[in-house]
């Protein structure tokens, strides 16, 4: 089955109220918010990426998903496949890192031992006093997002071997999930999700789950001076940022004429109706065959 | 590294107090009990099993934590490894049978898509008023435990191609967590665990996190009648039962001479010291190199 068939079959078993459904990226049990994900080499990550930086950024994506409701971490659950020594003891470094910056201690797990290809899993649970779902935002509310859009997919570019800047492959490598900004912002939105798969499909999905269109705003889209200095800042290279993944910064609806309140751009607009549509100063933008990264069938 | 020095090397990361500095099977966050499992064809299932049955063993599993706590069941993550449409449909029906039978429903997840061997992960959550640990056994206690054993690790062998009942290859395959017998004994224990890996590996680990020894009377291990008839009951045929795994039943100390409440049989007593010792009629039985199902490093 795809991944889309596989949750509308999911749909049909005996669900919890607190799995909204199995339309968000997170459930709620009362004040606590769970999120869980499996990567795996080859899918997620690539062979070559430093075993400690898998670490990091398998935390940081489920904390970006806490992030996205506004909830600040609690602890995390992980199931690991055991390796050779250098990179379990690589990942241990890493993990504990990611769990003394980011504020995320360790709750127990499980491990296996297979062969390759190894597949890692992470649940994360967070704790917060509001619910923001990603099917809040409301015809007329301005579309925002945190950060800048692009740097970790140039940063994929890079560590395939393109030369560039440090800074984008970092952004690749170790991403900072939004817990602060989304805490702020959990109080404020009308709807909110993490940008995981790139904007321009984030953002579809942010109206269609909210029964909207929207419309995105390409030269508004925030890019890094180094993302500039390495792609350049033409509709094509506005077009690859707006379409790369990895980049969890944190999408948001707020009343048009709001101030976002945290570090953040105003990228787009929701209007009645429904589906993505893309302008620069040009004029409407053709939208590419493939408006976000996919990870296999993997959201 | 193996599953032990990987998880000494966790204990050095961030952890939460709740993480029982990873002695146990499950964390605690205040009411909430949590669990992880991850499970590989080909070393916790065989491919050839049928997709419902391990459906139900992955929940089933889990959810024998649980009752290892005297927690109720709130619901599951799911992570799934997506793979042809025949298992996947199989799967979930099985999955569907298991949440309604077993009272779990769905609460998320996510899913991947791996070439093989499948890798599949469940985080159970649940609720209980009172901790119960493996490490509270006191000297004197008698050890006791639930239903019978040795019927799953009969069944393997049924699985993989010998003549035996049906009732044991269904306890292989279809485990049923002793949820309710877990919520009576969490408030009369003195510590409790579920049976995975093997009736004496798993009562020696409990006399280990007890700081204790334990001595279990072979002849009063309780055997079913199919396992009677397909093993016999003989000194090799109970050791047989007790060093199998996948029994999911219950293990719990209680003060000497008080009743269990719930349907189970007294195995053996905690007394001070260390060690397992094992008796029959006979007197001290020999025990194996390997005291219990060991799957690969996982426990």
Sequence with gaps: LTEAEF??????????????????????????????????????YLA??????????????NLSDLAAKGAAPVGAMLGYALGDDTFDRAFLAGLGEACATLGCPILGGDTIRVEAPRVLSLTAIG???????????????????????????????????????????????????RLAEGRVLANRANAMMDVSD????????????????????????PLSAEYRAFRGQDRVA?????????????LFALPEGEPASVAA?????????????????????PLPSTPGYMHGTSG
Tied chains: 1, 2.
């Design 127 to 177: 704790r917060t006093e509001r619910r923001v779902l990603r099917s809040g935002a409301r015809a007329g509310d301005a579309l925002w997002v945190t950060g800048t859009i692009g740097d970790a997919g140039a940063g994929l570019a890079i560590a395939k071997g393109e030369v560039g800047p440090g800074a984008l492959l970092a952004a690749y490598r170790r991403p900072i999930p």
């Design 48 to 61: 070559a990426d430093p075993p400690g930086d898998v670490a990091w950024k398998l935390l940081a994506t």
């Design 238 to 250: 506005r077009l690859a940022a707006a379409t790369a993944g990895d980049d969890y910064e944190l």
């Design 265 to 285: 751009t105003r990228v787009g607009r929701f209007a009645e109706g429904h589906g993505l549509s893309v302008f620069d100063s040009e004029g409407e933008v």
């Design 198 to 221: 790139g904007l321009l499909i984030d953002a579809a999905r942010m109206a269609e789950a909210s029964g909207l269109a929207v419309k995105i705003d390409l030269d508004a889209v």
């Design 7 to 44: 949750i509308a079959a999911l749909r049909a078993l005996p669900l919890h109220n607190g799995a909204m459904a199995l339309a968000d990226d997170a459930a709620h049990l009362g004040e606590w918010v769970l999120t869980k994900d499996l990567i795996a080499e080859g899918v997620h």
